[in-house]
């Protein structure tokens, strides 16, 4: 995270990945996921798809990682939403995308909220949604009469 707080309007760096076929076998079964479109890739072409399908859920997962990435080590997540747009596949190149919507003071420095979305190589939004963050202030130093703050690594 930058020291200086986002302002509303700016654009997030992209983040461009792919998800395996590895990678949705094993997210399917920690979220105890059984369908077969996720992880079985002739099933999944019995159905009609290239491959096997992204769920829906890692979608949410990759969505709200890469924005607490991009707000760095400070930053709390406090929501996420999103509605799947298109099927993404495994192997299937993503970009990850954001804006910063809101910029609203709190106590703990700033809640932000990120206009997300993930979009295809031929720019169809697989993805889009909203992301939530606490944005923490920087310290310079403690003020003055009180207690510095608890270290961190």
């Known amino acids: 995270m930058t020291a200086l707080t986002p302002v509303a309007g700016q ?17 399917s079964a920690v979220s105890w996921n059984s369908h077969r479109i ?8 019995l ?25 760095g080590p400070g930053a709390a ?8 747009r298109a099927t993404a596949v495994a192997g299937e190149r993503l970009t990850w995308s954001a804006t910063v919507r809101t910029v609203e003071p709190c ?7 990120l206009d ?7 720019g169809v939004p697989c993805v889009t949604g909203h992301v939530g963050l606490t944005w ?3 310290r310079t130093s403690p003020s003055a009469g009180s207690s510095p703050a608890p270290a961190t690594s």
């Open 11 to 27: 654009l997030c760096a992209p983040r461009t990945y792919s998800h395996s076929r590895v990678q949705l076998f094993r997210f």
């Open 38 to 45: 996720h992880y079985d890739a002739e099933y999944a072409a």
């Open 47 to 71: 159905e009609g798809f290239p491959d096997v399908v992204v769920q829906s859920t890692l979608h949410g997962e990759t969505l709200s990682r890469y924005a607490l990435e991009w707000a």
């Open 77 to 84: 997540l406090e929501s996420v939403s999103w509605r799947n």
């Open 107 to 113: 106590d703990e420095g700033a809640r932000v909220t």
């Open 116 to 122: 997300v979305a993930v979009h295809k190589d031929d």
């Open 136 to 138: 923490r202030a920087a």
